[in-house]
């Protein structure tokens, strides 16, 4: 099993940065693929980034390249999703994923979820 705790979420006005944390704890981490998900109020949970947890290679949404970054930091078992110059649509609950070995961007093929954290984005 995975835990995944979610955190840095808020109120933020457009053009603004945020910078979500999510602790992970649990299995070995070594194969692990860490993913950053969101949801928008009437909208599907949307893959936005992911992460290779040994290797630190990446994949990213069209939607919010140049815009999020995904890193981690292995030593203190953190994944972090650097948000720039936001917008009002980027307004979401934003999730933490884990899966085993291959990186996707399906939200189904995700086994481990936090809780989410609510990301405003004020016009």
């Known amino acids: 099993q995975v835990q995944l705790v979610e955190s840095g979420g808020g109120l933020v006005q457009a053009g603004g940065s945020l910078r979500l944390s999510c602790a992970a704890s649990?299995?070995?981490?070594?194969?692990?693929?860490m993913a950053w998900f969101r949801q928008a109020p009437g909208k599907e949970r949307a893959f936005l980034a992911a992460?290779?947890?040994?290797?630190?290679?990446?994949n990213n949404a069209d939607s919010v390249k140049g815009r999020f970054t995904i890193s981690r930091d292995n030593a203190k078992n953190m994944v972090y999703l650097q948000m720039n110059s936001l917008k009002p649509e980027d307004t979401a609950v934003y999730y933490c994923?884990?899966?085993?070995?291959?990186?996707?961007?399906?939200?189904?093929?995700?086994?481990?979820w936090g809780q989410g954290t609510q990301v405003t984005v004020s016009s």
């Open positions: 649990g299995r070995t981490f070594n194969n692990l693929i």
């Open positions: 994923a884990a899966r085993p070995n291959l990186m996707t961007t399906g939200r189904t093929t995700y086994p481990y």
């Open positions: 992460i290779s947890w040994s290797s630190g290679g990446t």
